[in-house]
């Protein structure tokens, strides 16, 4: 679980750059990279606290 | 556990607070790395990167004034600060009391808390600017120094009040948080400037096929340079570097960060403050500039600086969460030192109700945005007032026992207030003062020649004060002890 976690976490870091990369490259309108990257920071939270809080713990 | 942390429980006194920290409690280059990353990537830098451009900088001074700057302030912890807090292993606070006493360190400590209230209140006034974009009620100019609106000093005091009670009751949550949203928010911020960077591509019709058109672009119409904004500091290739190295002083010169790197196992793990410096410092300022610059684009009469709307209308909803957590992240240590600052010097006091008025305090000073929108000279200002203890500190480690002086001459005289480093703090801070209000120098560039001032005061001063104060023991032997002349 903890393992899965991380990659969804990690994950989540990648889907919040690849809009803005995608936007500055021409190829994603803003409103939809806006929203993705909504999505990447829900994700980031829900998988990475359990992760990260423990670690820091 | 972090590094930060430990600090935190250090100036909570719980651990090491007055004995070298034990080699089986160092730490590795990796906490390092995070802790700075984190602590450098904070709400306050979208109010920086946009002064920059209100301050009329150029592509040239402030692409490569940054680099330089941040490249001497990593320098700085590395030459000045690491070696001394990885020998002595004190806190700054410690070795302060050891060469000052303890009524010294009281008077540093007030005026430690009272700079920490301001910034974060600074940081207070960047999560209320995302509040607006909800709640649309007028939010403060550039040039204003008083609260505008009654939805403004309502919005400040909600983020205040909160920020103030979860650093009462829960100092530690806030830091897990912090460490969670480290790595997201640094990313946000880069996201911040690809964005804005495509946006001045779009709106200005610019053909990208190489470098050297993105440059072009930054110069003609990111960073122009010119006239700045009425009211404020033109700003050069020298302003932006010695803003960069100075921005910190108070850590690395000042020696703040000896609470830190005295769990460092070897000095040159100061370099570990490069994450924060060119993620924070130079990333992070770019990208916010950028955004801007790109609001001065679109109108060039909309000047006001409002990290709210700015990150919003870059990433949406997750750029208004990234300015609320990354103002709050920040504002919740400011408030919890400042409360540690503050309780030294009201010993019997409850940290509870100590951090519960400091947090008030800061959300009353985050009601005037005259310290958010001046915040280059506010941030230059703090690291210039408690510069010439970190010079104090450098002196009397490495070289006062080379004019035939002693070396922590408090503990050994048994003097409650050493006039040797508190004249030479007085003065050189008169002498800065002077330099601004007189001779008109820009508060950026005092505190270097202030540092060696401090330090030549420390040594002359030191050289009449330790004839005048005789240490404890060798009056212990032709009798009584009197430790004050």
Redesign the interface.
Known sequence: MRRIMIIVAVLSLVVLMVPAILFLTGRMELATAKWIMLVATILWFAAGTPWLWKQTG | ??TE?QSQQTQGGSEFEREPVPQNRLLGFRSFVGMYAGEHTAGTELMIGPLFVAAGVSAFDVVVGLIVGNLLAVASWVVMCAPIATRARLTLYYQLEKICGRQLVTLYNLANGVMFCFLAGAMVTVSATALGVWFHFPMPALNDLYPNSVGWVIAVLAVGIMISLVAAYGYQIV??VA???A??MV??F??FG??G???FIDATGTKVGSLSDVWALAQTHIWRGGDPHLGKVKFTFWHVMFFAWFCNMAMHIGMSDLSVLRFAKKSWYGVASGTGMFLGHYLAWLAASILYAFQLHLNPSNTDVLPGPLAYQA?????L?CVIIAGWTTANPTIYRAGLAFQAVIPRSSRFTVTLITGLIATLAGMFPAIAMQLLEFVALYGLILMPMGAVIFVDFWLIRRFGLQSSYAERSGTGFNWAAGAAWLVTLAIAWGLVRFAGVPIFFVSLPGWFVAATLYVGLSLVYQRKVRPVLEQAKPGPAVAEA
């Open positions: 556990m972090s942390q830091a897990k460490n969670v949203a790595p997201w990313l946000v880069i996201a690809l964005i960077l495509r946006q990433a949406g909803l997750a750029g969460i």
